[in-house]
């Protein structure tokens, strides 16, 4: 009797591996003796195949290791049963310390979770805007005898200089911070308080491209009456969102609309509306303050500039203009 | 009492055993149980169902001596419990109850002669 003439090897490999050590013995022999009856009777090729198939299904739990006393080895499964066993009657037995560990634990890795994603959403800011990796604001680290503060405020002469004697630098807008206060604004009949504006150089809209609902960022702001406003702004005004052309009264004086720009929940800056710096008038000296610490320094550098270097020569310049004044 | 109640294919594997003149063993039984039924039925369905009316009282086995033919492999021998006997005369007599209850005249009124 050759090798051949038996059923297949593997199928009898499977048949000893799945089926439980009490029942193989004579599950495998009833199979061997059908075997060798079919092999007489259909051949050996089709005998080993019917084998194959027959072997098949025995891959049921019911032939897995039914009896666990029957089985002699002590198997992994059983260890980790145990392991869950003892663990569950631990905590019932030190209820109030596991209680202490389990709550602790729970609380921990919420806060951990919710830090992650306060943490993860904070990184999903301003990464709509195009070129937004090339754009900085400066920020002001102060030293003297206190110690060191870091300001995002700096003075207005931090970006002139950038941006006329840096070429790295493309273009720059300040925003001037202004504290949180009711502006009255007025369209015919409707009167009201608004607190959130921004108060920008009129190159604002080429360092943050934010797209327009109504009107065109092109010298949207360049001339001094003119204003762009939200559309929640333009509902509570004109009951419409289209309002490009149209005046309205702030402070008494009136405003060109000039575009309607929503706000995206991404962008690190909200706004109800928007107005050049030029119709607040600053006197011309104190735009060429190197001390006053007023506005926000948005510099877009241009393409394939290094930063570090730009930083480090700024940095001295800085140092060198304050070493002068003081 | 908690009773174990018998499946179809279960009471026709236990019939088989019960009804087999020599010593039933699993391809005896398998072969019996295909004759008789005419059905065609794996060998792992009968293998399940020996076991299990052995772990539900209605069977007993034990192993026969080393053969030639099957690779030296020993054959597992069943044979009724008491309580597979009474299980089979229980389920017996319901029937027959039921039978004698069928109404005379019934069959023949629905196409089945006798």
């Excluded at chain 1, 075997?35 to 195949?49: D, S």
């Excluded at chain 1, 980790?80 to 709550?103: D, E, L, Q």
């Amino acid at each position: 009797m050759n090798a051949h003439s038996q059923p297949p090897r593997w199928a009898d490999l499977l048949l000893e591996t799945f089926v439980a050590p009490d029942l193989l013995e004579d599950v495998q022999g009833d199979l061997h003796e059908v075997f060798y009856k079919r092999v007489a009777e259909v051949g050996l090729a089709r005998a080993r195949r019917e084998y194959a198939l027959a072997v098949v299904r025995y891959l049921r739990p019911f032939f897995l290791n039914r009896k666990q006393s029957a089985s002699s080895s002590i198997k992994q499964s059983d260890m980790v049963r145990s392991y869950f066993k003892i663990a569950f009657r631990n905590i019932t037995r030190h209820k109030a310390y596991s209680f202490v560990n389990i709550a602790g634990l729970t609380l921990g890795l919420t806060a951990c979770l919710l830090i992650s994603l306060f943490v993860w959403d904070e990184t999903r800011y301003d990464l709509f805007l195009t070129d937004g990796a090339r754009v900085f604001r400066v920020y002001n680290e102060h030293t003297d005898a206190q110690g060191t503060i870091e300001m995002a405020v700096a003075p207005p002469m931090y970006t002139t200089t950038l941006q006329t004697e840096f070429p790295e630098v493309e273009k720059t807008a300040r925003i001037m911070m202004t504290a949180q206060h009711k502006t009255l604004f007025e369209s015919g009949n409707t009167k009201s308080y608004e607190e959130n504006g921004l108060f920008i150089d009129s190159t604002f809209f080429e360092v943050f491209p934010l797209p327009f609902r109504y009107g065109s960022p092109v010298k949207a702001l360049d001339d001094r009456a003119s204003i762009v406003i939200s559309p929640e702004m333009a509902q509570r005004f004109f009951h419409s969102e289209d309002v490009v052309g149209k005046q309205i009264l702030m402070n008494k004086q009136p405003y060109l609309i000039k575009g309607v720009v929503p706000n995206h929940p991404k962008f690190h800056l909200q706004f109800d509306y928007i107005i050049p710096l030029a119709a607040i008038q600053l006197p011309a000296e104190r735009m060429q303050s190197w001390r006053w610490n007023q506005f926000y320094n948005y510099v877009k550098v241009k393409k394939g500039v290094d930063i570090q270097p730009l930083e480090r020569k700024f940095q001295a310049l800085v140092k060198e203009k304050n070493g002068a004044l003081c | 009492m908690r009773r174990s109640f018998l499946g179809e294919f279960e009471e026709i594997v236990l019939l088989v055993v019960a009804a087999c003149p020599a010593e039933a063993y699993g391809v005896t039984i398998w072969e019996d149980v295909q004759q008789q039924t005419g059905r065609s039925i794996t060998m792992s369905a009968v293998h399940a169902t020996l076991y299990r009316l052995e772990e539900k009282g209605f069977l007993s086995s034990e192993m026969g001596g080393a053969t030639a033919e099957r690779g030296g492999r020993r054959k597992r021998f069943f044979a009724l419990t008491n309580a597979g006997v009474r299980a089979l005369n229980d389920i017996q007599e319901v029937r027959s109850r039921l039978w004698q209850a069928i109404p005379p005249g019934k069959f023949q009124l629905i196409g089945f002669g006798s």
